[in-house]
């Protein structure tokens, strides 16, 4: 009797941005821009397809992030699959601070999770500790399992994330670069200590921004001014920050996604109107809803075994 289900199970995972300014590593947002991840249990072997973002430079080996993700959570629940046939659709821009890594870890737990017949055992509270072991932080990982606007944090072993409400007048412009910065390198920058006054002033800026998404849309470029971590990193990103000083400057509430380089901007859609004309040559421009799902399983499984 096989422990998994017939036939292929497709995941549809989002892009997410983390920090949002002054939030750094707690705040994260879904967006509407996903990765649709697809696999079935074959009787030998690894056959990996993939299109989009990353086709021509992502492994086709068990080195996939998203492989790595389904090998972890196939562990947990104490299964090995004969083989697997892959195909990742990827729309979300690799290395960009979209978190892309961090669609890759949730979508390749719960595409495992789908595939094992009583995966469903397997709550989103293990799902979200699985990815942020894997991801190593949760500002990602968090809103890609909820979806919407996600406050989240870590301590020792344990991880939260509380789902906060955003307004639906709410949306995004996001200007992505033609090329990348590793999350590594931008972390890198950033100093060890911050002054007590900086810090003081960045909670008050996160503070503001919460109650901001939540309905108060005319207190975002209050709300998505950082002093914590962004000024550091321009080093590595010059464009994206001339970009960001660009748009705050129309008053606009534009901030580096994540670890950047994309340059987000958030705000109602006149607040957003002729925003992304500001884009600079070459740069790829979205205009995004934020997504309220999160990670889906379409459609689900039969889960009869065979």
Same mark, same amino acid.
């Given at each position: 009797?096989?422990?998994?289900?017939?036939?292929?199970?497709?995941?549809?995972?989002? /892009?997410?941005s983390?920090?949002?300014?002054?939030?750094?590593?707690?705040?994260?947002?879904?967006?509407?821009?996903?990765?649709?991840?697809?696999?079935?249990?074959?009787? $030998?072997?690894?056959?990996?397809?993939?299109?989009?973002?990353?086709?021509?430079?992502?492994?086709?080996?068990?080195?996939?992030?998203?492989?790595?993700?389904?090998? $972890?959570?196939?562990?947990?629940?104490?299964?090995?699959?004969?083989?697997?046939?892959l195909?990742?659709?990827?729309?979300?821009?690799?290395?960009?601070?979209?978190?892309?890594?961090?669609?890759?870890?949730?979508?390749?737990?719960?595409?495992?999770?789908?595939l094992?017949?009583g995966?469903?055992?397997?709550?989103?509270?293990?799902?979200?500790?699985?990815?942020?072991?894997?991801?190593?932080?949760?500002?990602?990982?968090?809103?890609?399992?909820?979806?919407?606007?996600?406050?989240?944090?870590?301590?020792?072993?344990?991880?939260?994330?509380?789902?906060?409400?955003?307004?639906?007048?709410?949306?995004?412009?996001?200007?992505?670069?033609?090329?990348?910065?590793?999350?590594e390198?931008?972390?890198?920058?950033?100093?060890?200590?911050?002054?007590?006054?900086?810090?003081?002033?960045?909670?008050?800026? /996160?503070?503001?921004?919460?109650?901001?998404?939540?309905?108060?849309p005319?207190?975002?470029?209050?709300?998505?001014?950082?002093?914590?971590h962004?000024?550091?990193?321009?080093?590595?990103?010059?464009?994206?920050?001339?970009?960001?000083?660009e748009?705050?400057?129309?008053?606009?509430?534009?901030?580096?996604?994540?670890?950047?380089?994309?340059?987000?901007?958030?705000?109602?859609?006149?607040?957003?109107?002729?925003? /992304?004309?500001? $884009?600079?040559?070459?740069?790829?421009?979205h205009?995004?809803?934020?997504?309220?799902?999160?990670?889906?399983?379409q459609?689900?499984?039969v889960?009869?075994?065979?």
């Amino acid at each position: 009797m096989s422990s998994f289900v017939t036939g292929p199970v497709t995941v549809v995972v989002p /892009a997410t941005s983390a920090n949002l300014g002054p939030g750094f590593d707690c705040l994260g947002l879904a967006l509407g821009l996903h990765d649709r991840l697809t696999a079935e249990v074959v009787p $030998a072997g690894l056959e990996i397809e993939i299109v989009g973002e990353g086709a021509g430079h992502l492994p086709r080996t068990e080195r996939h992030l998203v492989v790595r993700a389904m090998r $972890a959570t196939f562990e947990i629940l104490g299964v090995s699959p004969s083989g697997l046939r892959l195909r990742f659709e990827n729309n979300i821009p690799q290395s960009r601070g979209l978190g892309s890594s961090s669609a890759a870890i949730v979508g390749g737990i719960v595409l495992a999770r789908a595939l094992v017949v009583g995966g469903e055992r397997f709550d989103d509270d293990s799902v979200l500790f699985l990815a942020n072991k894997l991801e190593g932080h949760p500002d990602n990982v968090a809103p890609a399992v909820i979806g919407g606007f996600v406050i989240s944090g870590q301590s020792a072993d344990e991880v939260w994330a509380l789902s906060a409400p955003i307004s639906t007048a709410i949306s995004a412009i996001a200007f992505v670069p033609p090329d990348g910065v590793s999350t590594e390198a931008a972390r890198g920058l950033l100093p060890q200590q911050v002054d007590h006054g900086i810090a003081a002033a960045n909670t008050g800026r /996160a503070a503001i921004l919460v109650a901001a998404l939540a309905g108060a849309p005319d207190q975002l470029f209050r709300g998505t001014e950082d002093f914590l971590h962004q000024q550091y990193r321009s080093s590595a990103m010059p464009a994206s920050f001339a970009l960001v000083t660009e748009l705050r400057g129309l008053g606009k509430a534009a901030f580096i996604s994540g670890a950047g380089p994309t340059v987000l901007v958030l705000g109602t859609a006149a607040d957003l109107d002729g925003v /992304a004309e500001q $884009a600079p040559a070459g740069w790829g421009v979205h205009a995004l809803l934020v997504d309220r799902a999160g990670v889906t399983v379409q459609p689900r499984p039969v889960t009869s075994p065979r």
